[in-house]
């Protein structure tokens, strides 16, 4: 971008965010559409009944996951705010937005928001061990930071990487939004922990149902949940989840994860060389908000004319 060109505004970003969800979204119907058609050539008539049915149920399931993801991403890219509305899909916990993703606000409480503090967009793979860092680094910063009350969580998975371990823990997780909410922000970190465990072991082997089980159960979800967590992946009943969000993750743009928001400004994770280094951005947030506001014009404050506010 050449020095003097003015920076793309909001309502820029959101239109060129609408634009790339459309195209992305007229892409996967014409593939989807290509896909089918080939398929119908390739099999014979007396497979075509059963594998016809089998292919349209998943192509549909494609379908409203992309047409729902589609309408959360060109109404808010990345970074942009929570959206509203949830998925009420079949095969999405009750508690996910339409986009995908699920909240976190004041103590950790699922599916609530904190009015007037900046979110913090968590876009992120199970099976990326830089996600794992990440949050391994910071999961008790974010915490307190809940806590205390001064972020808003928003959690966005994806299934960037195509491992079956991500759709191992997303139905999981599925699961425990379900029927354990109190449990599900411990178990997600829980089982990000156990994958940075396992990479830095570089033993894959033990990406197992019982291991996950076992880091569900530390981080306490009941028996009752964990003892369906096997039955539910082998259904993957929570599998229009997962296309959800990675066709949200798609429609958005984004290339790669973890990616972080903060405030709606993306963060740089490389800067992130401390343990209180998201503290110490809200509370840059909170200073710069606090100096605009004292210097508001005093017929709004009530202040001095001729007084300004301090700068650093």
Known sequence: ???????????????????????????????????????????????????????WLVYDHRRDAAEAAARASALLPAGGGIVEEKANQKGVPSTVLADGSWTYGKTSELDTVISGAPVLDVYFDYSCHFCADFETRHSQEISALLDEGRITLALHPSDILGQAWTDMVMNAMGLVLDEAPDTSLAFHNAALAFFSEVFASQDGSRLTMENLVTAATSAGVPTATTDKFEKTAKNNTYGPWTMLAQESFQGRGLKGTPTVFLGGEQIDLSTLTSPTALTDMVDNLGSSAAATESASPAADTGGDPGSTAPTE
């Not at 790339?20 to 593939?31: I, N, V």
């Open 1 to 55: 971008m050449a020095p003097n060109e003015p920076r793309p505004t909001k309502a820029q970003r959101r239109e060129a965010a609408r634009a790339q969800a459309k195209a992305l979204r007229e892409a996967e119907e014409r593939r989807a559409r290509r896909n089918t058609i080939t398929r119908r050539s390739l099999i014979g008539v007396g497979a075509l009944a059963a594998a016809g049915t089998a292919g």
